[in-house]
């Protein structure tokens, strides 16, 4: 999809790896100004702003505090103009069953997965949709996953967030589309990065004899999938979640 974003800015978040990166590279190639963040792997995101050359921005944003968040956009918007896409990709995932002893633990860690992964997004959207409003056109991009819909049994906290998020989604879809602002959520399964690589080491025999097609999927088939639905051809998927997960849960 060549040109598809030609003028478009894209604003990423998590953008130094796995899914993140994977969507910098295909946004820039297909023609969009893109500003990424990263928080801690600051060697990784020169090295990829680097490899880009002209039409990247990128800056560290700890999405985990919210103070950050307008500084961020603004960022975005003095580097390129104006902010056409919102990508909210960066996310936590960490086991946090039932079962455990401490209360303090999982309700701590309830809390920094939904800022994270919820909260951030939120306002950011706010942020961006107030941007948006003026130009007469936008679009928003929640990456959720496979875990919203099924439940996450080990990291309730994970799939709750989560599927708060496909709800936000269908909200910015229903509310914003008069002003030229649509919405979708993309839903990967088990996806071949940093982030999983812990838990394909451990279990990927049994993650993989769960998916039908008998492989996890790509960073870069959740690129191709964003590239999509940024662009104009995904207008009228206005409100949809798009899921990616080999037929591993299909609703």
């Not at 999405?63 to 996310?91: M, S």
């Not at 496909?166 to 008069?178: F, G, M, W």
């Amino acid at each position: 999809m060549r040109d598809a974003l030609r003028d478009q800015v894209v604003l990423v978040t998590g953008g130094s790896r796995g899914i993140g990166a994977a969507a910098v590279r295909a946004l820039h190639a297909s023609g969009a100004a893109v500003f990424f963040t990263y928080v801690t792997r600051e060697r990784e995101a020169q090295t990829l702003a680097r490899s880009l050359g002209d039409r990247v921005g990128y800056g560290r944003y700890d999405l985990a505090d919210a103070a950050v968040l307008p500084a961020l956009l603004e960022a975005c918007v003095t580097q390129f103009g104006r902010i056409d896409v919102l990508i909210n990709n960066a996310g936590v995932f960490g086991p946090n069953p039932f079962d455990g002893e401490d209360l303090a633990s999982w309700s701590a860690a309830w809390r920094r997965t939904f800022q994270i992964n919820l909260f951030s997004c939120a306002d950011l959207a706010w942020l961006a949709i107030r941007r948006m409003r003026t130009q007469g056109s936008g679009r928003i991009i929640n990456i959720v996953s496979r875990a919203a819909h099924r439940g996450e049994p080990d990291a309730p906290d994970y799939g709750a967030s989560k599927a708060a998020l496909v709800n936000l989604t269908k909200s910015i879809a229903r509310a914003c589309a008069p002003h030229g602002i649509t919405a979708l959520a993309i839903a990967p399964g088990w996806v071949n990065t940093d982030m999983a690589a812990p838990d394909l080491a451990r279990a990927g025999v049994d993650i993989v004899a769960e998916i039908p097609l008998g492989r996890v999927g790509t960073a870069e088939e959740i690129a191709a999938a964003i590239v999509y639905a940024a662009s104009p051809l995904a207008a009228y998927a206005n409100g949809a979640t798009i899921d990616l997960n080999g037929a591993s849960y299909v609703r």
